[in-house]
Nanobody, 120 residues
């Protein structure tokens, strides 16, 4: 059973920084693209950033230049460094992974989410 577990959320003042971490555990044949999504109250879940296994990165326009996604394939971890945080970044942040969990199956897995609150 594959699990993704996030950590690092919390309360921070506007302009501050947080670093989110996500670790994948369980039996896996391969981890392909990993990413971070967020969902604010009353809004749909939206993409924040993704990083395929080759290390290229993709960001939502709203976070470009402020957030940095990275991964450590050996540790099966993905990170999101969030700088210059704004109140509108307040949301539950979810880790996402496209994972081959058997020889014949690739599935998308989600973490349970971690709350990020930015005060003005």
């Amino acid at each position: 059973q594959v699990r993704l577990v996030e950590s690092g959320g919390g309360l921070v003042q506007s302009g501050g920084s947080l670093r989110l971490s996500c670790v994948a555990s369980g039996t896996m044949f391969a981890i392909y693209t990993m990413g971070w999504y967020r969902q604010a109250p009353g809004k749909q879940r939206e993409l924040v950033a993704t990083i395929p296994s080759d290390g290229t990165t993709n960001y939502a326009d709203s976070v470009k230049g402020r957030f940095t996604i990275s991964r450590d394939n050996a540790k099966k971890m993905v990170y999101l460094q969030m700088d210059s945080l704004k109140p509108e970044d307040t949301a539950v942040y979810y880790c996402n992974g496209l994972i081959r969990d058997t020889a014949m199956q690739v599935m998308t897995y989600w973490g349970q989410g971690t709350q990020v609150t930015v005060s003005s």
